[in-house]
């Protein structure tokens, strides 16, 4: 069965700074991918990272980056230079067949 | 991409009927999904929408419950029958255009039930 774990509630950052969002997985498949979305408050689910289980690099788009490891199984959102547009629930996903969510972390920037 | 419209946006209902939720995308896709949202949660899969055959259901909901139609490949309807209060989420339409574990899932933008 697959499992994805955020343990982080709520998180604040102050406006400009980077701020790590921690997600773990389970998984028995060999073959999975992890996606990162935003929600903000209008509901929207918004795409912003993905990272394949066997890509060696980590993952970056802009300012979200992936730290994936895989040993680990953890695959942790960086967003770097934090704006007040970022406050907004994030959920980190994995699909093997499915994809399925995690409880998601609520980040909140502040000025 | 694929865009995806539902219909209604938002709806407040009567305890006891039912409720038909559309979802349009705007292209051909490979795979369809209706996911709920309870106030405050994180998005859980209801079932995977097939077409031409019966939905596949997730562990906790059943047909009767949620009938699902897929009559082609860009249209999908999720029916929420004999609505209660617990009932009240978001319901979220969602694609991928192909059928691997590499593809972006495209969500729309929710249809946000009350009943009362």
């Known amino acids: 069965a697959q499992k994805i774990t955020q343990t982080q509630p709520g998180m604040f950052v102050q406006e400009k700074e980077a701020v790590t969002l921690d997600c773990t997985y389970d998984t028995s498949d060999p073959s999975y991918g992890l996606f990162w979305y935003k929600q903000p408050s209008s509901g929207e689910m918004i795409f912003l990272i993905y990272?394949?289980?066997?890509?060696?690099q980590n993952a970056t788009e802009g300012r979200y980056s992936l730290n994936f490891q895989k040993a680990r199984k953890s695959a942790n959102l960086v967003i770097s230079a934090s704006q007040l547009g970022d406050s907004a629930m994030y959920f980190c996903a994995m699909r093997g067949g499915k994809l399925i969510f995690g409880a998601g972390t609520r980040l909140a920037v502040h000025p | 991409s694929a865009v995806i419209s539902q219909k209604p946006s938002r709806d407040i209902c009567q305890r006891g009927t039912s409720l038909t939720i559309q979802c349009q995308v705007d292209s051909q896709v490979t795979m369809m999904f209706w996911y709920r949202q309870q106030p405050g949660q994180s998005l859980t899969l209801i079932a995977t929408a097939n077409q031409g055959s019966e939905a596949t259901y997730e562990s906790g909901f059943v047909i009767d419950k949620f009938p699902i139609s897929r009559p082609n490949l860009t249209f999908s309807t999720l029916t929420v029958s004999n609505m209660s209060p617990e009932d009240s989420s978001i319901y979220l339409c969602?694609?991928?255009?192909?059928?691997?574990?590499?593809?972006?899932?495209?969500f729309g933008p929710g249809t946000r039930l009350t009943v009362l």
């Open positions: 969602s694609a991928v255009k192909l059928a691997d574990i590499y593809n972006e899932q495209f």
């Open positions: 990272q394949g289980s066997y890509d060696q």
